[in-house]
């Protein structure tokens, strides 16, 4: 079933990537992590479905999503960059893999951290974080989204790395085999993974060669 909201806000959180809140449908409910298919109200437009995941929780009265645009791609995100308030989404269907398990580690690339936003968002709001940490990285500290959240929730249990930039105060390298056994001293927990799909598929195999469980493996 395709629900249709209206865009209601929407503004920059880093200098390519704007939050989006709309109108959330009456009985919508999904778990932290998951994500929707949406696509624009517009002429040419509605059969263009991509997946975007809710950065909101389960019992706000609307949908939040942060999403990055790619211009050079002439597609979905960046007309959805162009969109103002009023402006038609349709939303269908709960997808995704991710959904938490336990206390582990979140390792994102990019915009693969928008479902580690909700779930740890989520367990902010339980008091629940203790036993997590999050290590996240970016080509530019002008890439990360939400530091200062992400921070204020886990503390030195949050990692940030930067591949294209040297800055004091963050690791200034790739999430290799050698960075992971450095800063994750326990590989029999949960462990989340999002981001491109080589990322994702490169962390998962240092994961398991260093004694992770693959069924304590989440990815999308």
């Not at 624009?40 to 995941?53: G, H, L, Q, S, V």
């Not at 999503?65 to 269907?93: M, R, S």
Request: aromatic content about 10%.
């Amino acid at each position: 079933m395709k629900h249709i909201v209206r865009v209601l806000l929407k503004g920059f959180v880093t200098h390519d990537t704007k939050r989006f809140v709309v109108e959330k449908p009456k009985d919508f409910e999904l778990l932290p992590g998951q994500a929707v298919m949406m696509a624009i109200n517009k002429a040419k437009w509605e059969d263009n479905e991509r997946p975007f995941t809710p950065t909101s929780l389960e019992k706000d009265r609307v949908l939040e999503f942060i999403i990055k645009q790619y211009p050079e791609h002439h597609g979905v995100t960046e007309k959805l960059h162009n969109l103002a308030p009023g402006d038609e989404l349709l939303i269908k269907g709960i997808y995704g893999a991710i959904t938490y398990k336990g206390p582990g580690v979140f390792i994102a690339g990019g915009t693969g951290i928008t479902p580690f936003i909700a779930i740890l968002r989520q367990l902010q709001r339980d008091g629940k974080l203790e036993g997590n940490m999050l290590i996240f990285s970016n080509k530019t500290h002008g890439d990360i989204i939400l530091e200062r959240e992400l921070r204020h929730y886990l503390g030195e249990d949050c990692i940030f790395t930067l591949t294209r930039e040297s800055r004091s105060g963050y690791e200034n390298r790739r999430i290799d085999e050698a960075f992971l056994k450095e800063k994750v001293k326990n590989f029999d927990q949960e462990f989340y993974i999002c981001g491109p799909p080589e990322f994702v598929e490169a962390i998962a195999q240092i994961l398991q060669d260093a004694g992770a469980r693959p069924n304590n493996i989440l990815f999308d």
